[in-house]
């Protein structure tokens, strides 16, 4: 089973340069997730999507954008590419919302970015 | 408002015992648990829901005081596997704005 798969793994970006993310699963999950996570630091919230169609922001959505038009996939996009969103980018997916119900995040392995 | 953890870090000697704990500023629904290892994803754990629950997994478990909006991870006998940073995940009474905790570092010698 695949689960949640997120590319690339790597990635080293200039100033200014833009980029996708991309995220997959294949759990028919409606729920979906990005995170980025500082070195040493916690999991600081960007996006979710609760269904196709539907986005919204969270904790730290300055710099990015999201779309989900289908189930599976929910790509991540840096704009204009700045030192300060060097980090592991983390995409989960969960059958339902996290705050509310006994169903887990599954998180992929991560997209690990320089921007240099 | 994302919940408070303690310790920041504790290191252990195998089979020896530890308790991390999880509280929150505001009244909770839920409280996830993971653990991430160096260099890789969070791996889940276990989830608690409003109800006073305990839960185990292996020698792993945790209680959830909704009253105190805390929460506490148990890890008794520990293992080098243990090694690693534990989160805690806090849902709010109203089920939403989940929010990730700053972790818990871990780390068991021999």
């Known amino acids: 089973n695949a689960g949640v798969t997120q590319t690339p793994k790597f990635r080293i970006l200039k100033i200014g340069q833009s980029m996708t993310l991309q995220c997959t699963q294949d759990?028919?999950?409606?729920?979906m997730y990005w995170y980025r996570q500082d070195p040493g630091m916690g999991l600081k919230l960007i996006y979710y999507?609760?269904?196709?169609?539907?986005?919204d922001k969270g904790e730290v959505p300055n710099g990015y954008n999201v779309s989900r038009s289908t189930t599976e996939d929910f790509p991540l996009r840096l704009e204009l590419a700045a030192p300060s969103q060097t980090s592991v980018y983390f995409c989960?997916?969960?059958?339902?919302?996290?705050?509310?119900?006994?169903?887990?995040?599954?998180f992929g392995d991560g997209t690990r970015l320089s921007i240099l | 408002q994302q919940p408070v953890q303690s310790p920041q870090a504790v290191i252990l000697r195998e089979g020896e015992d530890a308790v991390i704990n999880c509280s929150s500023s505001?009244?909770?629904?839920?409280v996830h648990w993971y653990r991430q290892k160096h260099g890789e994803a969070p791996v889940f754990l276990m989830i608690?829901?409003?109800?006073?629950e305990q839960k185990g997994h292996e020698k792993i478990s945790a209680s959830f005081n909704e009253k105190k909006q805390q929460s506490s991870l148990y890890l008794t006998a520990s293992q080098l596997s243990y090694s690693g940073t534990y989160f805690c995940g806090t849902g709010d009474n109203y089920g939403q704005n989940f929010v990730f905790g700053p972790g818990t570092r871990l780390s068991v010698l021999p």
């Open positions: 759990m028919n999950h409606n729920y």
């Open positions: 608690l829901l409003k109800g006073g």
């Open positions: 505001k009244a909770l629904y839920s």
């Open positions: 999507s609760v269904g196709a169609g539907i986005t």
């Open positions: 989960a997916s969960g059958l339902q919302g996290a705050g509310y119900s006994n169903q887990p995040q599954h």
